[in-house]
């Protein structure tokens, strides 16, 4: 099979994609030839796939790996083609990435380096499918070529996933024991359930915070791989920022208070003149992720705060972003650390986090969290002074919220008609049934308070204890012989839909 640009390809031995017959490094290499020859060599053998294209998008050379995974046959078809036409994307959920849509050929129009492991490459090769590792390097000016590698991550994958497995049934099989020994310590603790010395209690309340410790720890790991796994999708609704942060910094302010520490919700428009009309920052995003995102980093602040110094959080806007800010006067972080702060598992090391405990996790959620709602988080820090925590989500103009909103109210509506149709028939077939099975004992009808054909409204008594005492039974009933028939039940009556549930049902449509 031939490999690079057609006019390489007339100077070069044609190369099969096998190592075993990559072409044996020439004796002189002291030549620009030579060293031609070597980099042909080394792009034949290596296992990722190469392709490099002029500004035009145009393919100028493809080596073996990338003709392998993009399923291409023949070399000269692919070379002065379209890079589009050779490399098609999906998203991880098997959703395909339009042309105008793909981040890699965007990279590769605008000569802007670029880097992903979220992409699977579809092949024309029976249309296999390859998750990739896809990276897009600039050469250049914009009229410079550009380097694409491509290259397979399906083991990586895998593994990935069985490690996430692993973890996610370790931590759900450890957090029910830890939570009952959490529990009974609770209970050894509390002087109305036990009696205990003052040594005891020493060591029983140093094994209660490791036990919360490690409780905390499983939470945080499940959370990570249900991330990690794209279990959760965020259910986006349009909100006013400030509402929802401020209703989030009160629910601190009493463990604040408890370590001594002061944390006030900054709110400009109180310090502003009456006169000034303050424009509410709208954005769209999923309430329970803002929730653990701005929760994480207040319960950071607090943690690493000293007892009284303060933290603020505020709510600004900046150009059309609206900007979450959790600012503490805090340990703060040193430079070397502030890079790292957002990986899993990473714990600055010096002498005061050491004290405090943690498990690196939640800023790698945080993150995780912001990202899959397309914000930005980011830090600023002044070592031994303090730390600001960033997060920030495009702004919706009043009129899109506004939209949203009646979108959102009118989906919700329809979701509760939805719920009521089908608890209805849900309540009609279950009476069937037991007309059917038991029919001395199936409700009768009862005109006059409530006409059959309207069975909107559930009993509030199960149908079969009201029906002997209003219908004297003419045959001897054996409830216990009849055919036990599975009644269907309604999973919630109607007025009962949790609106979170709604909303999750909602989003295709108000997004
Ligand atoms: P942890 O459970 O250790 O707090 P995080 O992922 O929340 O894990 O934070 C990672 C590290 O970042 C922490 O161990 C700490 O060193 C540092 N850090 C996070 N928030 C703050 C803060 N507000 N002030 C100082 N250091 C912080």
Same mark, same amino acid.
């Given at each position: 099979?031939?490999?690079?640009?057609?006019?390489?390809?007339?100077?070069?031995?044609?190369?099969?994609?096998?190592?075993?017959?990559?072409?044996?490094?020439?004796?002189?290499?002291?030549?620009?030839?030579?060293?031609?020859?070597?980099?042909?060599?080394?792009?034949?053998?290596?296992?990722?796939?190469?392709?490099?294209?002029?500004?035009?998008?145009?393919?100028?050379?493809?080596?073996?790996?990338?003709?392998?995974?993009?399923?291409?046959?023949?070399?000269?078809?692919?070379?002065?083609?379209?890079?589009?036409?050779?490399?098609?994307?999906?998203?991880?959920?098997?959703?395909?990435?339009?042309?105008?849509?793909?981040?890699?050929?965007?990279?590769?129009?605008?000569?802007?380096?670029?880097?992903?492991?979220?992409?699977?490459?579809?092949?024309?090769?029976?249309?296999?499918?390859?998750?990739?590792?896809?990276?897009?390097?600039?050469?250049?000016?914009?009229?410079?070529?550009?380097?694409?590698?491509?290259?397979?991550?399906?083991?990586?994958?895998?593994?990935?996933?069985?490690?996430?497995?692993?973890?996610?049934?370790?931590?759900?099989?450890?957090?029910?024991?830890?939570?009952?020994?959490?529990?009974?310590?609770?209970?050894?603790?509390?002087?109305?359930?036990?009696?205990?010395?003052?040594?005891?209690?020493?060591?029983?309340?140093?094994?209660?915070?490791?036990?919360?410790?490690?409780?905390?720890?499983?939470?945080?790991?499940?959370?990570?791989?249900?991330?990690?796994?794209?279990?959760?999708?965020?259910?986006?609704?349009?909100?006013?920022?400030?509402?929802?942060?401020?209703?989030?910094?009160?629910?601190?302010?009493?463990?604040?208070?408890?370590?001594?520490?002061?944390?006030?919700?900054?709110?400009?428009?109180?310090?502003?003149?009456?006169?000034?009309?303050?424009?509410?920052?709208?954005?769209?995003?999923?309430?329970?992720?803002?929730?653990?995102?701005?929760?994480?980093?207040?319960?950071?602040?607090?943690?690493?705060?000293?007892?009284?110094?303060?933290?603020?959080?505020?709510?600004?806007?900046?150009?059309?972003?609206?900007?979450?800010?959790?600012?503490?006067?805090?340990?703060?972080?040193?430079?070397?650390?502030?890079?790292?702060?957002?990986?899993?598992?990473?714990?600055?090391?010096?002498?005061?986090?050491?004290?405090?405990?943690?498990?690196?996790?939640?800023?790698?959620?945080?993150?995780?969290?912001?990202?899959?709602?397309?914000?930005?988080?980011?830090?600023?820090?002044?070592?031994?002074?303090?730390?600001?925590?960033?997060?920030?989500?495009?702004?919706?103009?009043?009129?899109?919220?506004?939209?949203?909103?009646?979108?959102?109210?009118?989906?919700?509506?329809?979701?509760?008609?939805?719920?009521?149709?089908?608890?209805?028939?849900?309540?009609?077939?279950?009476?069937?049934?037991?007309? #059917?099975?038991? &029919?001395?004992? @199936? *409700?009768?009808?009862? =005109?006059?308070? %409530? $006409?059959?054909?309207?069975?909107?409204? +559930?009993?509030? #008594?199960?149908? &079969?204890?009201? @029906? *002997?005492?209003?219908? =004297?039974?003419? %045959? $001897?009933?054996?409830?216990?012989?009849? +055919?036990?028939?599975?009644?269907?039940?309604?999973?919630? *009556?109607?007025?009962?839909?949790?609106?979170?549930?709604?909303?999750?049902?909602?989003?295709?449509?108000?997004?």
């Amino acid at each position: 099979m031939a490999l690079f640009g057609k006019k390489a390809e007339k100077k070069q031995q044609p190369v099969a994609s096998s190592l075993s017959s990559v072409p044996t490094v020439p004796q002189n290499t002291a030549n620009v030839a030579n060293t031609a020859s070597l980099a042909h060599i080394a792009l034949s053998a290596i296992k990722d796939g190469v392709i490099i294209v002029d500004s035009q998008r145009m393919i100028r050379l493809i080596n073996p790996a990338a003709i392998t995974l993009t399923g291409d046959i023949d070399v000269d078809l692919v070379v002065g083609m379209d890079v589009a036409l050779s490399i098609q994307f999906e998203d991880e959920d098997g959703n395909k990435i339009p042309d105008d849509q793909s981040p890699v050929l965007h990279a590769i129009s605008t000569n802007q380096a670029f880097e992903s492991n979220n992409l699977v490459l579809v092949s024309k090769n029976n249309n296999k499918k390859f998750p990739v590792e896809v990276f897009v390097i600039p050469t250049g000016g914009p009229e410079s070529d550009r380097i694409v590698t491509v290259r397979d991550i399906t083991r990586e994958k895998r593994e990935e996933d069985a490690q996430s497995e692993f973890i996610s049934t370790a931590s759900h099989e450890m957090r029910t024991p830890v939570a009952s020994i959490e529990g009974y310590l609770g209970l050894a603790l509390n002087p109305q359930t036990a009696t205990i010395d003052n040594r005891a209690k020493t060591y029983l309340e140093a094994a209660h915070n490791a036990s919360q410790h490690l409780g905390k720890l499983f939470q945080d790991l499940l959370d990570v791989t249900k991330l990690d796994d794209r279990k959760i999708q965020p259910h986006f609704r349009p909100i006013i920022l400030a509402d929802q942060i401020k209703e989030i910094t009160n629910n601190f302010v009493e463990k604040a208070r408890a370590k001594n520490v002061q944390l006030v919700y900054d709110d400009p428009s109180a310090s502003r003149s009456m006169r000034t009309i303050e424009q509410p920052i709208y954005v769209f995003v999923d309430i329970d992720f803002l929730n653990e995102i701005v929760s994480n980093l207040i319960d950071n602040a607090i943690k690493y705060t000293p007892s009284g110094k303060s933290i603020r959080v505020s709510v600004k806007s900046d150009n059309d972003r609206g900007v979450i800010v959790v600012q503490d006067a805090g340990i703060g972080i040193t430079g070397a650390d502030l890079q790292h702060i957002f990986q899993k598992f990473y714990r600055a090391d010096n002498s005061q986090t050491r004290e405090i405990g943690g498990t690196g996790l939640g800023l790698y959620i945080v993150k995780q969290r912001t990202e899959a709602m397309n914000g930005t988080v980011w830090a600023e820090s002044v070592y031994g002074q303090g730390s600001t925590f960033f997060v920030s989500f495009q702004k919706l103009s009043q009129d899109e919220y506004e939209k949203r909103q009646i979108a959102l109210t009118n989906e919700l509506q329809l979701q509760k008609a939805q719920q009521m149709k089908q608890y209805q028939e849900a309540t009609m077939v279950a009476q069937k049934n037991l007309e #059917q099975t038991m &029919p001395a004992m @199936a *409700p009768q009808p009862a =005109p006059a308070i %409530q $006409p059959a054909s309207t069975p909107a409204v +559930p009993p509030t #008594q199960p149908a &079969p204890v009201q @029906a *002997p005492a209003a219908q =004297p039974v003419q %045959q $001897p009933v054996q409830p216990q012989q009849a +055919p036990v028939q599975p009644t269907p039940q309604p999973s919630y *009556p109607p007025g009962q839909i949790s609106q979170s549930n709604a909303i999750q049902n909602n989003q295709n449509i108000i997004q």
